[in-house]
T-cell receptor
């Protein structure tokens, strides 16, 4: 079983739609959680950190359920510029005094005019 | 402020050759990470430097890969000899602290193709 699993996608949605991405992680020792965004042939960029209390940044809302080991990202009022691959990422102590990011494969979103 | 830079952006080599990738982290960032994405797979951790020391190299695939960070500034990742399965995108990232909540800033990556 992969450490971080995401919806395979792709998601093709019209402008203005609401879209939700789901992610599960297998390591209960994971300590921090993120959504990264990656544009085609570019580097991953942090979109937002995810906290147990849930957090919102404009049109983006992230939720974490530690008991279910489940992370979600909701995008409201989708824009063309939201088209990208969204990566679910967890951070854990590798046991070597280091924290390493573990990535999901990503879910591709295309927002259509 | 300049971001993480990587050189070259692309490299095409033949199996058995040697390639050296370079990463310049954000100035002042003590923590430097290497990751790799092979086609069809997720991005995977390779190793982590704190200044010039290797903190964690548990993700390095085998002894054909050698990473260095002399002086605690830029880092190099050498693949010798390269194999077909080494093809992929190699990302470098840096962070100011190595703490679990610290954002890692990624470079644009080096796309390596081994023929």
């Amino acid at each position: 079983r992969k450490e971080v699993e995401q919806d395979p996608g792709p998601f093709n949605v019209p402008e203005g739609a609401t879209v939700a991405f789901n992610c599960t992680y297998s390591n209960s020792a994971s300590q921090s959680f993120f959504w990264y965004r990656q544009d085609c042939r570019k580097e991953p960029k942090l979109l937002m950190s995810v906290y147990s209390s849930g957090n919102e940044d404009g049109r983006f809302t992230a939720q974490l359920n530690r008991a279910s080991q489940y992370i979600s990202l909701l995008i409201r009022d989708s824009k063309l510029s939201d088209s990208a691959t969204y990566l679910c990422v967890v951070n854990k102590d590798s046991g070597a005094g280091s924290y390493q990011l573990t990535f999901g494969k990503g879910t591709k979103l295309s927002v259509i005019p | 402020e300049a971001g993480v830079t990587q050189f070259p952006s692309h490299s095409v080599i033949e199996k058995g050759q040697t390639v050296t990738l370079r990463c310049d982290p954000i100035s002042g960032h003590d923590n430097l990470y290497w990751y790799r994405r092979v086609m069809g797979k997720e991005i995977k951790f390779l190793l982590h430097f704190v200044k010039e020391s290797k903190q964690d190299e548990s993700g390095m695939p085998n002894n054909r890969f050698l990473a260095e960070r002399t002086g605690g500034t830029y880092s190099t990742l050498k693949v010798q000899p390269a194999e077909l399965e080494d093809s992929g995108v190699y990302f470098c990232a840096s962070s100011q602290q190595g703490w679990v909540y610290n954002e890692q800033f990624f470079g644009p990556g080096t796309r390596l193709t081994v023929l």
